[in-house]
């Protein structure tokens, strides 16, 4: 949806009317119809309503999420805010996400990564602690960018070289950065898809994740199970995993679920029942939607 209210306040200003718009500069009633639904109009008249005006195009209208969730964390991420939904996001997903998968950084560290740039290394932290928390900030930071394209395994693996590039891991030979593995793995004690099947594993789960119509949190945690059961690349599964399930959510105007550390082990334990009982991952996740209801309603934003 587009939001026409820098345009508005601006012919309010002059007191120039619709009508006088469609006399002066040709301007199709078409075109006001869809200025008044909030649809997008071209860029040429665009660009002549912004010079008639004496202003640049881009402050008569923007682009505005249909979920609210998603427009406060692109306003707050884009107006650098402090203290709001998307810096608590920032902090909370990236330390309990990197922590369950062993990074010592405490939360506190990780705020303070993110608040100043800065670490305090006194206890002598990993690099790779350091570089994969900021490049987390990074990943956040491009699904809530990309939140409303389709799922592709094109994101998915960008999602994954975000997260990997210049780790250490990185420079082993047979470790593939923002590509599917090339070596097998296993996950919980048990196999997981082979390399040579990953590409049309992941492509099958992605039709059908595509091909459905109302997307529910069920259907994401559905996805992240079947993902995570595939396992498709040598390592970071888990997080990419995670932050696919928080691009969906944003996408289908779903309360994203953010996991905690302290609730791995019912998380892990849902993932390895997943075959034979939905309901331990599933309660899991929509412990972790609370979790984020809990913020939203601390930082007083409304929701459904
Ligand atoms: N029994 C299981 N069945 C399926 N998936 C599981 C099971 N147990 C754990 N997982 C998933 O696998 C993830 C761990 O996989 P992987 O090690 O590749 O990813 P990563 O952990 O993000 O990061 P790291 O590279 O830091 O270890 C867990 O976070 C969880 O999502």
Redo the contacts with the bound molecule.
Sequence with gaps: MVSYEGLLVRLREKGITKTDLTKELGISSRTIAKIAKGEKIGAVTLRKMAEYLGCDPSLLCREIAANAVLQILRDEKSAKISGGLYHELQVRMTYN??H????RLTEAETRLIFETNTVDVGDGIPVDDIL?TVHHFRAIDYVIDMAETELTGEFIKHLHYI?EHDTA?SRLPWFAVGEYKKRA?M????E?VRPKDVPGKMQELLDAYNAKTNVTVNDVIAF??DF??I?P??????????LVALKECLRHGIIPFIIEDSK?LF??RG??E?GREKGWLTDTCLDGQDTFIRLLDTLEIPHS
């Design positions: 996400s990197n369950m998968e062993g990074s994969e997260l891991d793995n996950i919980g004690g048990r997981t992240h199970a995570e059961s396992h690349f040598q390592d970071g599964n888990g997080r990419v995993g995670r791995k998380y892990y993932l390895s997943w």
